[in-house]
């Protein structure tokens, strides 16, 4: 009987276990590669847009609005960090490039100077901005509010001054309505004259409740209070609470300055111990006192012939 | 006395195979070096352009950040720089990695001074140096009024043509 037999030689064997182990490594080669290629893309996407927000801010103007477009879905992290001089902003991206499945965020781009009021993570293609800036009872920076085109709101009852602000700078996503029935179904309520809503809004205690947690405002931090989550409000007020410290000491100096070439004002102790107080500041709800000294420094500085800022 | 050494068939291809799957392993290595020196190059420049375009992006926005802005002053002007505060900033350590820029300095172009400017020699001086962390570096310019309190009679604000230049870090 003739018997035939498949006879696998050693140099088949040799053959077919080095071939494996090198299609193993270019395969993970190749993916180490990708994924590399990937969280390169998102880094550099996150690092542009923080460039992005910078021509955004604002000089003389009161308010400004644009929109960033993304080249395919994205999600950005707000990362906000409280520690140091000025605390610091931190923005990643994180974008299917299509090399690779899964979520592979970028670097984190560090800004010291904005401050960005956003969830702690925006998810969309198309990201709309608003920026407005921050006086207390100098410009101290600008506030940059930040959502996606998958956030819809919807304002019900605003005042009139939150109004005039959304329909002239045509905000996009906002809607501003009489009443919480013409809300579209997925919107997030923001209500100015009623609680219960997914916002809840008092002007006359300058609250904003959100996520079960008050938050307190001055000025346009009200925005921020609305478009942010509570933590990441709540660290950058403490953020700019620095900042309004460090400029109160630049101010102190330059009062100190003035003093010498003539033109005393007597503020310089008044700024040394606004700064203090500002520095100290450790949650939202000291806003209003300070609040109140600032007011109190803008007036005097109002009546100097050579005003200080 | 001749020794020789006779190999197999097998032996020969066993050889032959490895001797293949080598110069493989060589070929991809080569390939891999060239497409990482590649991407290293362009990561370089893309790193290197987004750093030169946040610092352009910073120059022409400086002249309203509020550690800069003239507002001391019932008339409004966008590209004014309070120069008593830049004075007061000279000296605060603090913002040496505030804006991420490698150098940023204040020059007077109109009327022309020179000389760097101190307590005792402002404002008749040419330039003041807030940031010089590097002296390899490429800068951004931007022209700004320079203003300034001075105490004559009444005392007034007078304003000079200058240039902010701003640079970022270098690779």
């Given at each position: 009987m003739d018997k035939k037999g498949f006879e696998l030689s050693f140099g088949w064997l040799f053959a077919i276990l080095v071939g494996a182990i090198i299609i193993f490594l270019a395969i993970y080669a190749a993916g180490k590669v990708a994924s590399n290629q990937n969280q390169m893309t998102n880094t550099q996407a996150g690092k542009e847009l923080g460039i992005l927000l910078s021509p955004v801010e604002t000089s003389l103007d009161s308010g400004k609005s644009t929109y960033i477009t993304f080249p395919r879905e994205t999600k950005v992290g707000n990362i906000c960090s409280e520690f140091g001089n000025f605390g610091a902003q931190r923005i990643n991206t994180t974008g299917d490039t299509g090399i690779t499945s899964g979520d592979i965020s970028g670097v984190s781009s560090t800004f010291y100077n904005k401050y960005l009021f956003s969830n702690t993570i925006s998810s969309g293609k198309t990201f709309y901005v608003f920026a407005k800036p921050f006086e207390m009872p100098y410009k101290v920076a600008d506030l940059i509010f930040f959502w996606g085109d998958k956030e819809y709101y919807c304002f019900v009852n605003p005042s009139n001054n939150v109004e005039d602000e959304i329909l002239g700078l045509n905000l996009?996503?906002?809607?501003?309505?009489?009443?919480?029935?013409?809300?579209?179904?997925?919107?997030?309520?923001?209500?100015?004259?009623?609680?219960?809503?997914?916002?809840?809004?008092?002007?006359?205690?300058?609250?904003?409740?959100?996520?079960?947690?008050?938050?307190?405002?001055?000025?346009?931090?009200?925005?921020?209070?609305?478009?942010?989550?509570?933590?990441?409000?709540?660290?950058?007020?403490?953020?700019?609470?620095?900042?309004?410290?460090e400029l109160a000491l630049l101010y102190a100096t330059k009062a100190d300055t003035l003093a010498a070439r003539g033109c005393g004002s007597n503020l310089r102790e008044d700024l040394i111990v606004y700064a203090d107080m500002?520095?100290?500041?450790?949650?939202?709800?000291?806003?209003?006192?300070?609040?109140?000294?600032?007011?109190?420094?803008?007036?005097?500085?109002?009546?100097?012939?050579?005003?200080?800022? | 006395m001749i020794c020789s050494v006779k190999y197999s068939k097998a032996q020969m291809k066993i050889q032959e195979m490895a001797f293949v799957l080598v110069a493989i392993m060589i070929f991809f290595a080569l390939v891999a070096m060239i497409y990482f020196s590649i991407s290293m190059n362009s990561l370089k420049q893309s790193a290197v352009d987004l750093r030169a375009q946040d610092a352009i992006e910073t120059v022409r926005k400086l002249s309203s950040a509020p550690e800069f802005a003239f507002t001391s002053s019932s008339r409004s002007c966008a590209s004014c720089i309070d120069l008593d505060k830049v004075m007061a900033l000279r000296n605060r350590t603090d913002y040496q990695n505030f804006w991420n820029l490698e150098r940023l300095v204040i020059e007077k172009v109109f009327p022309e001074d020179s000389g760097e400017c101190t307590p005792a020699t402002f404002p008749g001086c040419g330039k003041i140096t807030l940031i010089d962390k590097s002296?390899?570096?490429?800068?951004?310019?931007?022209?700004?009024?320079?203003c300034y309190w001075v105490n004559y009679k009444e005392g007034y604000v007078k304003c000079e043509l200058g240039v902010i230049s701003a640079a970022g870090k270098q690779i």
């Open positions: 996009k996503n906002i809607k501003v309505v009489n009443s919480v029935t013409n809300c579209s179904v997925g919107s997030k309520k923001v209500c100015f004259t009623r609680s219960n809503c997914d916002v809840d809004v008092s002007m006359n205690s300058q609250t904003v409740r959100k996520e079960n947690r008050t938050m307190y405002f001055e000025g346009p931090l009200l925005y921020g209070a609305i478009f942010a989550s509570p933590e990441i409000y709540e660290c950058q007020v403490k953020r700019l609470m620095k900042r309004d410290s500002t520095l100290k500041v450790d949650s939202s709800s000291k806003l209003s006192n300070i609040a109140f000294a600032s007011d109190n420094l803008e007036r005097r500085n109002h009546d100097l012939l050579c005003q200080i800022f | 002296t390899k570096y490429t800068s951004q310019r931007a022209y700004v009024s320079l």
